[in-house]
């Protein structure tokens, strides 16, 4: 919809700093905005602003395309939404809508265009390996090195000492039941082992949150259901905050304590829909009429913003 | 088709082999060299293959100064060749490492490649003389461009979710371009290295041609003169040899170090 679309692409020109310093201590916010950069981490904790949630997300917007460009696309709009500690969320919305981007502003590897983000209490202003894994929808490993390599290079790139590195490695690929394969090469596996190794790299990296974006998209729906149930199960024994995106209705209420509605380009936080229903998850939940209820409460929601993103898509 | 006529005969089973099939080829070729030479083809310009054969033992190889010449264009294309290398490399991921930098530079590079370099080799001899040092300059500045230019254009298709993987997982420069990007050029790099040691023949050739007191193109330019053509022919045959050489060093190499794809 182009009238829509100048409406806020002038509301967003309006903004002069689009990545503006923490607020409240104007008079150290330059110097600030440098320290935090090399830190990928603001050191001030501001209780009021994010509470005890893992993950708070201040009124974020996000265009692409420079300020009163013709081909500016906005994707987020205004976005506020809480993710608290230890709670599996999804991001659900028609695809192309923006949830993919809001996943990497929250990781710290796109700026927002106005807002702020908050991780365990402090701004994000870029990656946070320490806090944040990230699983990508392909798959990540690189093809050149073995599935332990793999593991191990990651482990690297964070920071982990040499000696502690083998054991953690060994230990993840444990977790999954993948120790017979740590010395085969990416391209022996199939797409599901592939991303089942991706999935424990992710969780072997020891962060607080795990960022997921559609892991499973590129696999087809049996194997899907096995890592789903492979992730719900997981989940019981580490304790960790996921923020999940997907398309899939059925995926979403299977995994999700919390599932964040969001509409057609530019995303609006839609709904939130609870599923109140303990992990580890059984293939038997999928059957109950709680499951089915909740998943056509989620397709009522959707419906239209489906058909709306279609049309945009056109 | 063996459904149709029962067991293919050895004759068969042996011409479809490629192997044997490219040795053919060859064989045919020398004997109607060998035939034309002999016959209608003036004996000043070519030489049939047998007194190629003979001129390469009898001349070539017990003439101790032909032998030192055949040295030195060996050493001068080695050493072009191995700065070409470096150098191509460094250039190429320091151009290639910079979004800017690739789309600034990478254009020139190209441009320049293109360039006939022939043009210019007269400024090479004044700047080096007419001795080795021209012919390396020569040879460096044709191998260095197809190293370039595989290097930079590796760069430039470095998988942008492999590097966002890495980025989000807190990897530096430096392990970025260790673990991602170099494995990642390792087969553009090689077959950048391929056509890098045929390009520096050339450099170093043309320089030697052009103007020289010693190596093979000194020679070459000698007998060509003089109508003399069976040895003439028997350096190219030597010069063959040692682009097959280095040829094989550089596919060797590969086979090393190239990851396994499938």
């Given at each position: 919809m ?8 002038s ?6 700093d689009p990545?503006?310093?923490?607020g ?8 600030c ?8 981490l ?20 996000k ?10 696309l906005?994707?987020l ?26 996943l990497n502003?929250?990781?710290?590897l796109l ?31 690189l ?7 793999n593991?191990h ?14 054991e953690?490695v ?19 596996l ?28 590129a696999?087809?729906e049996?194997?899907?259901m ?5 992730l ?20 979403a ?5 919390r ?6 380009r ?29 998943r ?5 929601l ?10 945009q898509n056109? | 088709?063996?459904?149709l006529?029962?067991k ?12 044997i ?22 004996p000043?310009?070519v ?20 032998l030192r010449?055949i040295?030195t264009?060996f ?18 991921v ?6 800017r ?34 012919k ?8 260095i461009?197809?190293?370039?230019v ?9 998988s ?51 103007a020289?007191i ?5 020679f070459a330019?000698?007998y ?9 022919y ?10 097959v050489?280095?040829?094989?060093l ?12 499938r």
């Open positions: 182009p009238t829509q679309r100048t409406a806020v692409s509301q967003l020109a309006e903004v002069a990545w503006p310093a923490h409240g201590e104007p008079e150290t916010a330059i110097l905005v440098e320290e935090l950069r090399k830190n990928a603001s050191n001030s904790r501001d209780a009021s602003r994010a509470g005890d949630a893992a993950i708070g997300i201040r009124g974020v917007s265009s692409f395309g420079d300020d009163g460009d013709d081909g500016r906005p994707a709009q205004a976005i506020d939404l809480e993710i608290r500690r230890n709670e599996f969320v999804c991001l659900l919305g028609p695809s192309g809508c923006g949830k993919s981007t809001l502003i929250i990781g710290g700026k927002p265009s106005t807002g702020e983000v908050f991780v365990n209490g402090r701004r994000v202003v870029g990656p946070l390996p320490r806090d944040i894994a990230f699983v990508f929808q392909e798959d990540t490993l093809p050149w090195y073995t599935i332990a390599q593991m290079v990651a482990l690297e790139f964070q920071g982990v000492p040499r000696e502690e590195r083998p953690r060994r230990a993840a690929l444990e977790a999954v039941g993948m120790s017979e394969f740590a010395r085969y090469y990416p391209h022996q199939s797409v599901g082992m592939k991303q089942r190794i991706a999935m424990s790299r992710g969780l072997s990296l020891q962060t607080d949150i795990v960022l997921m974006d559609e892991p499973f998209a696999l087809d049996q194997t899907r096995v890592l789903g149930e492979d719900s199960g997981l989940l019981e024994q580490t304790h960790k905050t996921i923020v999940f995106v997907t398309h899939s209705l059925a995926e209420v299977f995994l999700s304590d599932i964040f509605v969001f509409t057609a530019p995303a609006r936080l839609k709904s939130i829909v609870t599923v109140d229903e303990p992990h580890p998850r059984r293939p038997d939940f999928m059957t109950s009429d709680k499951f089915n209820g909740l056509n409460r989620l397709y009522g959707l419906r239209e913003e489906i058909r709306e993103a279609v049309r056109v | 088709m063996s459904v006529t029962g293919r005969s050895w004759l068969r089973t042996a011409l479809a082999s490629p192997a099939g490219r040795l053919g080829v060859i064989a045919a070729g020398l004997l109607i060299w060998e035939g034309l030479a002999r016959t209608v083809l003036d000043e310009f030489s049939p293959p047998t007194r190629i054969l003979q001129a390469l033992v009898t001349r070539t190889l017990a003439d101790p100064t032909v010449a040295g264009t050493w001068e294309l080695l050493l072009a060749f191995a700065l070409a290398v470096l150098a191509g490399t460094a250039v190429g320091l151009v290639g490492a910079g979004e930098i690739s789309r600034t530079a990478y254009p020139l590079v190209l441009m320049l490649y293109a360039v006939p370099q022939v043009t210019v080799l007269p400024l090479f001899v004044m700047f080096f003389g007419l001795g080795p040092a021209s390396v300059a020569f040879g460096f500045t044709h191998g461009f197809p190293i370039m595989n290097v930079i254009a590796g760069m430039r298709d470095v942008p979710l492999f590097l966002r993987s890495a980025r989000s997982m807190g990897a530096s420069r430096m392990q970025v371009l260790r673990h991602v990007v170099l494995p990642h050029l390792v087969p553009s790099f090689f077959a950048g290295m391929r056509l890098s040691v045929a390009m520096t023949l050339l450099g170093v050739i043309l320089a030697e041609l052009y020289s010693d190596g093979v193109g000194y330019h000698l060509s003169e003089s109508f003399d053509p069976a040895p003439l028997a350096l190219i045959v030597v010069l063959a040899l040692m682009a050489l280095l040829n094989e550089a596919r060797r190499a590969e086979l090393r170090f190239t990851w396994r794809r």
